[in-house]
C-alpha cells in the first residue's frame, strides 16, 4: 500500500481537512495483533508486530496510556521509545525503508474494548473501536488515511468463540483451558475497522453467495431470532451491491451480535450489531446500511474525518437504493421523504454544520446525522440531474479506481464528472460545504385567457440564493423543469384547459422546504 498525502480542497485554500498529526514518511503495511484474555481480570496482555515502511528515524502509535509499555525492539534488539500524551514515540535504528518493530504492553482499556456481561449476564468481550479508539487497547496509527492489513491472535478461555476480520487461519488448545483463535484479514482497512469479538456465540454458516461465506455469530439464546434478522437481509443487500457496484471486497460476511452499544459497526468482513438490534422489527434497514460500508467507508475509505459523508451519506442513500430494488418504488420514495424531513429537523439543531467538517478536531463530533441524510440526499439529487446512466457508471468507476484506498470528495467529483461530462464543482459546494437547505415558497394560478400557467417561486432562506432544478407536475402525467439560480423566478407553462393540480417536486428529487399554494383563476 502507497501511502498518499492528500490536500483536501476546501474553497479555495489547500490544508489537512482534520488536524491528525500525519506522518508523511511511514507507510503501515501489516499489523499482528496477539491479544491475551482471562476470566480473572479484566487486563489484557498485549503483543504488537507493525510491519511497515520509514524513510526517517521515528515511528509514532497511538496508544492510550492506560497501556502500559513494557518494551519495544526490532528482531529482538530493544528501541528507545516515549510514551506520553497516548502517543508511542519509537526511534529507528538506521537501516533499510523496510521495517518491523515489535511493542509488547498490558493494561485496562477505558474505552474500546468493553469487558462486561451482555444482555443475558453472560462474560463477555467486544472490541469498540470507532472512531478513533481502537488506540485504547492497540499501538496503531489510528487514523483512516493509513490502511493496513492485519492479524489477530487472542488467547481466551476455551468456552468461549472468538470472531475477527478476515479469514480463520487456526484454533488451538493451549491444554491449560485456554484456546488461541488466529484471523487473518488481507485486504487493507482503517484502523476502526479491526474487530475482535469473544463471547458464548451460535455460530450458523448459511450458504456463500460468489465465493463469499456468510455467518451468524449471536447468543444462543438469540439463535432464532439472528436468523430472522439476517439471512434474508444479507442475500438481498449482497446480491444488490455486488451488481450495482462491484465485487465484495473481502473474504467472508458475518453478522456479530454485540454489547455495549446500539445500532451497528461496520468492521471489515465482520459487522458488529447491537445485542438488542436482532430483536428489533425490522432491523433490514440497518443491516443494509451495514453491509454497504462494506464497498462505502470500508473498500473505498475517506482520506480525513471531515470527508466522512463519502462512508455515511453512501451507505445511507444505497441502503435506499437497495430498498427501491427489494421492495419498489413506493418503499424508496417514502424512505427519501423520512430523510428529508429529517435533514429539516437536523439543520434546525446545527443551523451551521454543513456536510464536510471544517478542519475536525474533536472527534466527538465526527457524526451528527446530516452527515448521513444529507449526505445520502446529495447523491440522490446527483442522480437526478446527470441521469441513472451516468451516476451508476460513475459509481461503478470511483469504487473500481479507489477499492482497497482512500478518496476525498474531490476524487469522487472528479470522477463523476468524467462520466456525465458536467462540472460539478458548484453542486457539491452548495450542498456538502454549505449548511442549510433552501426553503422555496411559490404560488401558481391558471390565466384562462392565455391559456397558460403562471408560476412564480422565492427562495426564502438566507443567504445567496441556490441554484435550483426544480419539476412541476400538472395534473400527475406531466412534468416541466425549471432551472433557478436567482432569489425569485417566474414561469409561463402553455396549457389548455387549467389542470385541477399543480405540484412542486412530484417526483421527490429536491431537498427544500416549499410552501406552494394556488392563487384565483384570471
Known amino acids: 500500500m502507497e501511502t498518499r498525502l492528500i490536500l483536501a480542497l476546501l474553497g479555495a485554500g489547500a490544508a489537512w481537512a482534520d488536524t491528525y498529526p500525519r506522518q508523511p514518511d511511514v507507510d503501515v503495511e501489516h499489523y499482528v495483533f496477539r491479544v491475551g484474555l482471562s476470566d480473572a481480570t479484566d487486563e489484557i496482555r498485549g503483543e504488537a508486530r507493525v510491519d511497515f515502511r520509514a524513510k526517517g528515524r521515528e515511528l509514532s502509535l497511538d496508544l492510550a496510556m492506560a497501556m502500559h509499555v513494557d518494551g519495544v525492539d526490532a528482531g529482538g534488539t530493544p528501541l528507545a521509545y516515549e510514551h506520553r500524551g497516548d502517543r508511542l514515540r519509537i526511534t529507528l535504528p538506521p537501516g533499510k525503508s523496510q521495517r ?7 493494561g485496562t482499556p477505558e474505552s474500546g474494548f468493553r469487558i462486561g456481561p451482555n444482555l443475558h449476564g453472560e462474560r463477555t468481550f467486544f472490541s469498540l473501536n470507532w472512531p478513533n479508539l481502537a488506540r485504547q487497547w492497540l499501538p496503531m496509527i489510528d487514523h483512516p488515511y493509513d490502511k493496513a492489513t492485519s492479524e489477530f491472535l487472542v488467547t481466551a478461555p476455551a468456552h468461549y468463540q472468538v470472531a475477527a476480520n478476515g479469514l480463520l487461519q487456526e484454533e488451538r488448545d493451549m491444554g491449560d483451558g485456554r484456546r488461541m483463535t488466529h484471523w487473518k484479514q488481507g485486504v487493507p482497512i482503517a484502523s476502526w475497522l479491526n474487530a475482535v469479538a469473544v463471547a458464548r456465540f451460535s455460530v450458523r454458516y448459511f450458504g456463500s453467495a460468489d465465493g463469499i461465506a456468510m455467518s451468524n455469530w ?49 468492521h471489515a468482513s465482520v459487522i458488529f450489531y447491537g445485542e438488542k438490534a436482532i430483536t428489533a422489527k425490522p432491523a433490514t434497514n440497518l443491516v443494509t446500511h451495514e453491509i454497504a460500508h462494506q464497498w462505502f467507508g470500508n473498500a473505498v475509505t475517506e482520506s480525513d474525518w471531515d470527508d466522512v459523508w463519502l462512508s ?22 417514502s424512505g427519501l421523504k423520512r430523510s428529508r424531513a429529517a435533514v429539516f429537523g437536523l439543520e434546525a439543531q446545527l443551523p451551521d454544520a454543513p456536510v464536510i467538517h471544517r478542519e475536525l478536531a474533536d472527534m466527538k463530533k465526527v457524526l451528527n446525522r446530516l452527515i448521513y441524510e444529507k449526505g445520502g440526499w446529495t447523491l440522490h439529487m446527483l442522480r437526478g440531474m446527470i441521469g441513472m446512466e451516468a451516476f451508476h457508471a460513475g459509481v461503478r468507476d470511483y469504487y473500481r479506481r479507489y477499492q482497497g484506498k482512500n478518496a476525498t470528495t474531490v476524487d469522487f467529483q472528479r470522477v463523476m464528472e468524467e462520466h456525465s461530462g458536467v462540472p460539478l464543482g458548484w453542486f457539491l459546494d452548495q450542498w456538502l460545504r454549505r449548511a442549510g437547505t433552501p426553503v422555496l415558497e411559490g404560488e401558481w394560478n391558471f390565466d384562462a385567457t392565455a391559456k397558460a400557467i403562471r408560476v412564480k417561486v422565492r427562495q ?21 423543469r425549471m432551472e433557478m439560480r436567482t432569489r425569485e423566478a417566474e414561469w409561463t407553462i402553455p ?11 412530484p417526483n421527490t428529487w429536491l431537498l427544500a422546504e416549499t410552501r406552494f399554494t394556488k392563487l384565483g383563476t384570471h
Open 100 to 106: 518491523s518493530v515489535t511493542v509488547r504492553y498490558h
Open 218 to 266: 449471536v447468543y444462543p439464546q438469540d439463535r432464532e431470532k439472528g436468523i430472522a434478522t439476517f439471512d434474508v437481509p444479507t442475500r438481498n443487500a449482497f446480491d444488490f451491491f455486488t451488481r450495482f457496484v462491484g465485487p465484495y471486497p473481502y473474504e467472508k460476511l458475518a453478522n456479530v451480535q454485540a454489547a455495549g452499544f446500539s445500532g451497528g459497526t461496520e
Open 312 to 333: 455515511e451519506g453512501f451507505a445511507t442513500y444505497f441502503t435506499l437504493l437497495c430498498m427501491e430494488h427489494v421492495e419498489g418504488r413506493d418503499a424508496f420514495v
Open 460 to 480: 426564502t432562506q438566507a443567504g445567496e440564493p441556490y441554484r435550483l432544478a426544480v419539476e412541476m407536475g400538472i395534473d400527475g402525467a406531466r412534468v416541466e
Open 495 to 505: 396549457v389548455e384547459n387549467e389542470p385541477r393540480e399543480l405540484r412542486l417536486d
